[in-house]
C-alpha cells in the first residue's frame, strides 16, 4: 500500500507518517515546500504521479486560528482552496481522501457533546475555512473520511502542553480560562485511528476523534502543573476576561460514539495520552 501525505513536516503529518511507516506502509511525503496545495496543477500532478496509491491524507492546514481573522485570504486559500484541489485530483484519479477538520465548525452553543449530523455554525474565519473545506470535499468527493479533531498536541509543533511549560517558567501566578471545553488529543494517538481507518474501511462519511474524556483549559493547566511541579498560582477566568481576535466555541465537545462502535476501538484516556506525551519529550 502507498499513501500520499499532504502536511508531512507539520504536527499532525509527522506523526501520521512515522506510525504508518512503522506498519510498513509506503508513505509518499509531502510539505509545502515540495507540494504548495494552492497550487491546483501542481497537486494534479503529483497525485497523477502514484497511480498506485489508492489513499491521500490531508493534514496541510492554516492553523493559526487568530491570526486568520486578519490574513483571511491565505487561511482561504489553504484550507479551502487548497482542500478543494486535493478532493478534484482525488475524485479524477478515483483515490480514497482523508481530510481533517476541527470542533471550530461548531458555535460552542449546544449543550451536549457534538455529534457529526449536528448543524455546523462557525464563529471565527479559521471555523468557516475549516467548513467551507468539509462542503467542498463533500460536494466533489464519494469516497472521503472527515475527521474532526481537536486541542491537538505532538512533539512536532506549538501547542498548549508546551506554551504551559513555558508559561511555568517565567510566571509565579497565571490565568487560564474556565468555560472551554473540549479533549486534549495526541497527534500519535490519532495516527493509530487513522491506520485502523485505512485497514478497516469503515462506511465513508464525517467522524469526530479525539482521546477519551472531557476538561477545561483551566483543569488542563492544572493536571500539567502537577506534572511539571510548578509552585505557582493558577487562577480560573471566563473567556470575557481573556479576549481573543477569534472567538472559540465554549462547549467544543465531540462525542465519539460513531467511530468507537464503527471502528471497535477504545480511545485513550486524555490524561494517560498527555502523560506518555510528556514522558516520551524528556
Given at each position: 500500500m502507498t499513501i500520499i501525505l499532504f502536511g508531512a513536516s507539520g504536527m499532525l503529518g509527522s506523526d501520521i507518517e512515522k506510525y504508518l511507516t512503522k506498519k510498513n506502509i509506503s508513505i509518499i511525503s509531502l510539505d509545502s515546500t515540495s507540494c504548495d496545495i494552492t497550487d491546483k496543477n501542481k497537486v494534479l500532478s503529483i497525485i497523477a504521479e502514484y497511480p498506485k496509491s489508492s489513499i491521500v491524507i490531508n493534514c496541510a492546514a492554516y492553523t493559526n486560528v487568530d491570526k486568520a481573522e486578519t490574513d483571511k485570504k491565505q487561511a482561504k486559500r489553504i484550507n479551502t482552496i487548497g482542500a478543494q484541489h486535493i478532493a478534484e485530483a482525488c475524485k479524477l484519479h478515483h483515490k480514497t481522501l482523508i481530510h481533517f477538520s476541527t470542533d471550530y465548525v461548531f458555535n460552542g452553543n449546544k449543550t451536549d457533546p457534538y455529534i457529526e449530523s449536528d448543524p455546523p455554525s462557525p464563529i471565527s474565519h479559521y471555523g468557516h475555512t475549516k467548513y467551507e473545506a468539509e462542503q467542498v470535499i463533500q460536494s466533489i468527493c464519494t469516497k472521503y473520511y472527515i475527521i474532526r479533531v481537536q486541542w491537538l498536541y505532538g512533539k512536532n509543533g506549538q501547542h498548549f502542553i508546551k506554551s504551559m511549560k513555558r508559561l511555568f517558567k517565567q510566571h509565579e501566578s497565571l490565568r487560564i480560562v474556565n468555560d472551554q471545553w473540549g479533549s486534549p488529543t495526541s497527534t500519535a494517538s490519532l495516527a493509530q485511528y487513522i491506520h485502523t481507518f485505512i485497514t478497516k474501511k469503515?462506511?465513508?462519511?464525517?467522524?469526530h476523534c479525539r482521546n477519551d474524556g472531557y476538561t477545561t483549559w483551566y483543569d488542563f493547566a492544572v493536571f500539567l502543573a502537577q506534572q511539571f511541579q510548578y509552585k505557582g498560582s493558577?487562577?480560573?477566568?471566563?473567556?470575557?476576561?481573556?479576549?481573543?481576535?477569534?472567538?472559540?466555541?465554549?462547549?467544543?465537545?465531540?462525542?465519539?460514539?460513531?467511530?468507537?462502535?464503527t471502528l471497535q476501538i477504545k480511545p485513550i484516556p486524555w490524561k494517560e495520552a498527555v502523560l506518555r506525551y510528556i514522558n516520551s519529550a524528556k
Open positions: 469503515p462506511s465513508y462519511g464525517v467522524y493558577i487562577t480560573p477566568i471566563p473567556s470575557t476576561q481573556f479576549p481573543r481576535p477569534a472567538k472559540r466555541p465554549l462547549n467544543g465537545r465531540l462525542n465519539i460514539d460513531k467511530i468507537t462502535q
